[in-house]
């Protein structure tokens, strides 16, 4: 880092150009490892493809209540879509929160 740019400036320009607040939110959707699996799991398929959560539940060793609240998390966060199918709710990757996410990543760890 330069001698001449001060601690608060940095400070000041992340905060002027990141939403950390979103960026802590979206942390939080992933923040526990079932989780995670889930992301996975929705990742793997085709991007116009959707998951019922018998099919998730099928793919992870907890029950379908735990994936139901994972679920909702999730979802609450943006980095899931869920439509409802009759009596079934599908669910998908939100591909816009995934570039999102990305970039504000990029931009706070940025090297100079």
Same mark, same amino acid.
């Given at each position: ?9 940095? +400070? ?7 939403? /950390?607040?979103? !960026?802590? $939110?979206? #942390? ?33 060793? +907890? ?7 994972? /679920?909702?998390? !999730?979802? $609450?966060? #943006? ?34």
């Amino acid at each position: 880092m330069k001698d001449d740019v001060k601690r608060e400036d940095i +400070i000041e320009e992340v905060d002027k150009n990141i939403n /950390l607040d979103k !960026l802590a $939110e979206l #942390g939080r959707g992933l923040s526990h490892p079932h989780r995670l699996r889930i992301i996975g799991i929705l990742a793997e398929l085709p991007s116009d493809n959707q998951c019922m959560v018998s099919s998730i539940v099928d793919q992870l060793p +907890i029950a379908q209540s735990t994936v139901s609240q994972h /679920l909702k998390i !999730l979802k $609450e966060t #943006g980095w899931i879509e869920g439509r409802i199918d009759g009596p079934r709710v599908c669910y998908c990757i939100n591909e816009d929160v995934f570039s999102e996410y990305k970039s504000e990543l990029e931009l706070l760890f940025r090297r100079e």
